[in-house]
């Protein structure tokens, strides 16, 4: 069993899957703090200088006025996040239009690399000597000399 394993994980498959998993985690990361860090606030701004990523409203509770997003979650009062939802949908979109990207750039990549293949191949063949005769009309023609010969 202990060995069947070992085979599973050694796939490529397995392996690429793992890699584009900690890649994938990394990027998010980077697209959290891109939202977070820059986004959120060019929001903020347009809207009147409020931290977008902590607006919400409260539905049911008591907390203390201007209290963080947080602090109202620990209030244990009922809230709305918009922000918070806002700001996970801004990553969703940053995260899938690059992914889009990606995905483009590699169709662009192999069929290029497919044209480049097909004609290589029609230049190839294009080069070739023209086929001989065939070993069986080779041996008719010897066939045919000697025939006329006697």
């Known amino acids: 069993m202990l060995k069947e394993f070992r085979d599973f994980i050694a796939r ?21 703090s891109l939202v977070a860090d820059i986004i959120d606030p060019i929001i903020g701004l347009i809207i009147g200088g409020i931290d977008f990523s902590d607006m919400y409203f409260v539905m049911n509770g008591t907390v203390p006025e201007g209290a963080s997003l947080a602090d109202a979650r620990d209030a244990s009062a009922a809230i709305f996040a918009y922000g918070a939802f806002v700001t996970s949908i801004i990553n969703f979109l940053i995260i899938a239009f690059v992914v889009f990207l990606l995905v483009k750039t590699i169709n662009r990549v192999r069929a290029a690399a497919e044209r480049k293949a097909t004609k290589q191949a029609e230049a190839a063949a294009a080069a070739a000597p023209p086929p001989g ?5 080779v041996l008719l023609e010897i066939r045919d000399a000697l025939k006329q010969r006697q």
């Open 12 to 32: 490529g498959n397995v392996v690429d899957m793992a890699v584009g998993i900690i890649v994938g985690a990394a990027f998010t990361a980077i697209v959290r």
């Open 133 to 137: 005769p065939t070993e069986i009309e």
